[in-house]
């Protein structure tokens, strides 16, 4: 037994050689304790993860991925765009573009999110801008026409993906849909409040007038109705801000 007990007296003459953290003190409150555990925990936790080299890496991939993309819809249309092709450009395997989209409908949609995006971002602006409701919607409505119109006239290869968006209802064309009617609405409400409108139903005068503008908004139907010279786009506006404007008495 004498052995055991020299073996013991040696371990507690480590821990203090070592300058072994003391245990919790006896003499220490609840409070203490908890005060001590929130301390300890505030110092592994980081207030805000910042992503890492690899995350920022692989956002710059899909981000290049995207662009090569669109660059190739522009030249040959995105059916006949394969993954093969964008992987050749960008000096890939497939396997590795894979790794950044599930499907080939995946990229296509990435590139449609970046042209709608873009014309969200110039409709935010106007319906923000200064001017009466009715120079907003005027100014709105004109501006998503144009940016189509653009499109069609001089890119009609990559205007053709968002036909096909339209055509077969994908979700980041609904959801596209839902903002554009949002800010439409945003215009009306603030033309109601400011005594410009008729007062009403906002939500419902937006969707009318998205309804009533769909002719020069859809990539089929400008195809379609090219060569037909009226209504013309503020013959439209004309009829549905007549709804919507109230006549002083």
């Not at 919790?24 to 001590?36: N, V």
């Not at 925990?41 to 669109?70: C, F, H, L, N, Y």
């Not at 990559?158 to 839902?178: C, V």
């Amino acid at each position: 037994m004498r052995g055991l007990s020299d073996i013991k007296e040696k371990y507690i003459h480590l821990q203090t050689h070592l300058g072994e953290a003391p245990g919790p003190r006896e003499d220490h409150s609840p409070a203490d304790a908890r005060r001590d555990g929130q301390d300890m925990r505030t110092e592994r936790e980081p207030t805000e993860r910042e992503p890492s080299e690899k995350e920022a890496k692989g956002k710059d991939t899909r981000r290049q991925i995207v662009e090569v993309a669109e660059r190739l819809f522009r030249q040959l249309g995105f059916q006949k765009t394969t993954v093969a092709d964008i992987a050749r450009e960008l000096r890939m395997s497939p396997a590795n573009v894979y790794r950044f989209f599930g499907a080939k409908s995946e990229i296509n949609a990435a590139v449609c999110m970046d042209l709608l995006g873009k014309i969200e971002a110039e409709a935010g602006k106007i319906v923000v801008s200064r001017g009466t409701a009715l120079q907003r919607m005027r100014n709105l409505v004109a501006a998503v026409e144009k940016a189509h119109y653009k499109e069609y006239m001089f890119d009609r290869k990559l205007h053709e993906l968002i036909e096909a968006a339209m055509t077969e209802n994908w979700t980041i064309m609904r959801e596209h849909n839902h903002r554009m009617i949002g800010m439409l609405e945003q215009i009306v409400a603030s033309g109601m409040a400011a005594g410009e409108f008729h007062p009403g139903d906002a939500a419902l005068a937006a969707r009318l007038v998205n309804t009533a503008c769909i002719r020069f908004w859809h990539p089929r139907l400008m195809a379609e109705y090219e060569q037909e010279p009226e209504p013309t786009l503020d013959h439209m506006l004309d009829f549905c801000l007549a709804a919507l404007v109230r006549v002083p008495v």
